[in-house]
T-cell receptor
Framework: AQSVAQPEDQVNVAEGNPLTVKCTYS??????LFWYVQYPNRGLQFLLK??????LVKGSYGFEAEFNKSQTSFHLKKPSALVSDSALYFC?????????????FGIGTKLQVIP | NAGVTQTPKFRILKIGQSMTLQCAQD?????MYWYRQDPGMGLKLIYY???????DKGEVPNGYNVSRSTTEDFPLRLELAAPSQTSVYFC?????????????FGPGTRLTVL
């Protein structure tokens, strides 16, 4: 069975500082990994994904994530946080090869960027 | 493209009432999903569909039903509403080629059962 863990309920960072939101996963094979962001009263929006290839994945709004197979991690990063980055961030994993596209989501990490 | 649309945005039900949450997508995606989001619990998959006429249960299907008569529409039916179904419901869709595996979410329906 596949699973994903986001060990921090909330991450606080000062504006302009680098940010990291942590994610670890468990799958039986090779994973597809995703990050989504949710702003208040909105649906989730896709940020980036790792399918194969380069371990460093770049996504929307200046975010990037690094796939680390040995540590089974896929941490989300940004070099300089903005107040507008404050939101709920979800990591998700899908085992592959898969039949249908069932994806398991983490419980979310609230990012608070302090002005 | 409108993407994924959901109606209604908000609804209050009394215990035992029923309702249908509507979901439509205009991206010609084969895959569609219904999730519920509860505080501190992340997203739980209720039902999913891999194409018109094909649906299957997710993690938390009890108390819900779905149908998929067209590629575009994937309504979620609540029968005999219970307080435990108070939640925010999200519909999502996904394609196979190109953006395969990326899910596109609707804005959600906030349901309260009293």
């Amino acid at each position: 069975a596949q699973s994903v863990a986001q060990p921090e309920d909330q991450v606080n960072v000062a504006e302009g500082n680098p940010l990291t939101v942590k994610c670890t996963y468990s799958v039986s094979g090779n994973p597809y990994l995703f990050w989504y962001v949710q702003y208040p009263n909105r649906g989730l929006q896709f940020l980036l994904k790792y399918i194969t290839g380069d371990n460093l994945v770049k996504g929307s709004y200046g975010f990037e994530a690094e796939f680390n197979k040995s540590q089974t991690s896929f941490h989300l990063k940004k070099p300089s946080a903005l107040v507008s980055d404050s939101a709920l961030y979800f990591c998700a994993v899908r085992d592959r090869p898969g039949g249908y596209q069932k994806v398991t989501f983490g419980i979310g990490t609230k990012l608070q960027v302090i002005p | 493209n409108a993407g994924v649309t959901q109606t209604p945005k908000f609804r209050i039900l009394k215990i035992g009432q029923s309702m249908t949450l509507q979901c439509a997508q205009d991206m010609n995606h084969n895959y569609m999903y219904w999730y519920r989001q509860d505080p501190g619990m992340g997203l739980k998959l209720i039902y999913y569909s891999v194409g018109a006429g094909i649906t299957d249960k997710g993690e938390v299907p009890n108390g819900y039903n779905v149908s998929r008569s067209t590629t575009e529409d994937f309504p979620l039916r609540l029968e005999l509403a219970a307080p435990s179904q108070t939640s925010v419901y999200f519909c999502a869709s996904g394609g196979l080629a190109g953006g395969a595996d990326t899910q596109y979410f609707g804005p959600g329906t906030r349901l309260t059962v009293l």
